[in-house]
């Protein structure tokens, strides 16, 4: 019923940057600096992404090139020392490396950002070998999408299906992200399933209804949420 929703390929970047493993530290710098990026994926001998060396796996080499580590740093920062020495992207790079696929959903990719709690993924295929990178940046592009046609995606792909009806029943209108959905239907106990579904199109920001039961009469504007009473009205979402 529902449309499909946005994936990775999509959005992801593409040519992107990447670096052998015996790349050296000034190579990785310049590659960096020419792309613009502040990260790369490290390719193996075979092409596979087998790790990703970014700024912060860089740093430590400036961090203490003029002075000694003290016993905190030597006993807790281990592998910032060992970087520090490090002059190859093998040794620099963290491995193995985050990736998503190219069919992942934005929502899956984002997730792992999030858990992980870093900017971009390598996208790879099947085998491993690097078909583009997607950004924080790049998974927010869904939210530039043009407010009718989030309208008409929601219009066709999900009121006409759970809250089906005379075309004139329902109204759907979208503003700035922010779905409204009003007029008259005759299950108010579809609506928390409608929130969800219409909060998965992608590109929405928020949803409020101002529905009313097809069976009543009206009196005035009811707003119709999750749950609703014994009238048939409910409460506000949002």
Do not use: N
């Amino acid at each position: 019923m529902h449309g499909a929703p946005h994936i990775v390929s999509d959005v992801m970047t593409r040519p992107v940057a990447a670096i052998g493993c015996g790349a050296g530290f000034k190579e990785v710098v310049r590659t960096m600096r020419e792309w613009h990026v502040s990260a790369l994926p490290v390719l193996g001998g075979d092409g596979r992404v087998i790790g990703i060396v970014s700024e912060a796996d860089l740093l430590p080499k400036e961090e203490f090139r003029d002075s000694d580590p003290d016993r905190y740093t030597q006993r807790h920062r281990l592998a910032d020392l060992a970087k520090a020495g490090a002059v190859s992207a093998g040794d620099l790079m963290t491995a193995p490396a985050l990736t998503t696929r190219p069919d992942a959903t934005l929502a899956q990719a984002a997730r792992t950002m999030a858990r992980a709690r870093i900017k971009r993924l390598p996208v790879v295929d099947g085998s491993g070998m690097l078909r583009g990178i997607v950004s924080r940046g790049d998974l927010l592009k869904v939210f530039l999408r043009d407010d009718e046609e989030i309208a008409e995606e929601i219009r066709r792909e999900i009121v006409a299906y759970l809250l089906p009806g005379p075309e004139s029943a329902i109204r759907v209108e979208v503003l700035d992200g922010v779905a409204k959905v009003g007029g008259r239907i005759r299950d108010t106990s579809l609506v928390p399933a409608a929130a969800r579904l219409i909060r998965a199109v992608e590109g929405v920001v928020d949803v409020e209804f101002e529905l009313t039961r097809s069976d009543q009469t009206p009196s005035g504007t009811r707003t119709t949420g999750p749950e609703g009473d014994e009238s048939g009205e409910s409460r506000p979402t949002g």
